[in-house]
């Protein structure tokens, strides 16, 4: 896969949030962006989700524009912002609803998703019983589930002990190995150059540089 980010601006108003971005990505890396909050991370990858529309410029995935050729990447999992569920199902059934809508992942994919997230699939609790990480786990779940070949995830760590951070970075680590584009954000800075192969810095809406790492050697 290869994204191809191509003089990409967003205004809301008279408010310019995404400022003439140009970057490619591309399979078998992860991406971290890395900005304050209001630096436009989640604005940039709501782009390439197709969740705004432009107002120059465009982002090509494997030569199809979205919003134009295609609405969404046509294979992607997403955490972008809080996790939503309905309150009153089951972080299975849950899941479950979201993966009828494609039809991609079995029951077994999605609980596999669930366990390697760190819950429990068989879990008979409400999701409104659920803690706060116990939620993002679900999220994190969602966007690895259909095995996508993008996958985007907008401060995935939140709320999330030690332990589960390090279980997710590994999981980070495989999905990588298996030719996966990863787009990250996450305020954990050690953590963030030790996992990507290169770093976008973003601010004010711009693409102020980037830096590729030797993550052979961060690892």
Do not use: W
Request: hydrophobic share 35%; aromatic share 6%; proline share 2%.
């Amino acid at each position: 896969m290869k994204i191809e980010i191509k003089n990409y601006s967003k205004k809301i108003d008279s408010n310019v949030v995404l400022d003439n971005i140009n970057a490619t990505l591309e399979s078998g890396k992860v991406y971290g962006f890395k900005g304050k909050n209001g630096s436009g991370k989640t604005m940039l990858m709501r782009a390439i989700c197709g969740l705004i529309s432009p107002t120059e410029g465009e982002i090509v995935i494997d030569g199809k524009v979205i919003r134009k050729d295609i609405t969404f990447p046509e294979s992607l999992g997403i955490l972008i912002e809080n996790p939503g569920f309905l309150a009153d199902y089951t972080g299975f059934d849950n899941l479950k609803m979201l993966a009828d809508i494609k039809g991609i992942a079995s029951e077994d994919d999605i609980k596999e998703a669930i366990r390697m997230s760190g819950l429990d699939p068989d879990d008979k609790r409400k999701y409104r019983k659920y803690s706060l990480g116990m939620k993002q786990k679900l999220g994190i779940a969602a966007a690895f589930m259909e095995n996508a070949s993008l996958i985007i995830l907008d401060e995935p760590t939140n709320a999330l002990d030690e332990d589960s951070v390090s279980e997710f970075f590994e999981r980070v680590r495989k999905e990588r190995e298996k030719g996966k584009l990863i787009i990250l954000s996450c305020h954990d800075s050690e953590e963030l150059y030790k996992i990507s192969d290169e770093i976008l810095y973003i601010e004010n809406g711009r693409l102020k540089g980037s830096e590729k790492l030797n993550v052979g050697q961060n690892n």
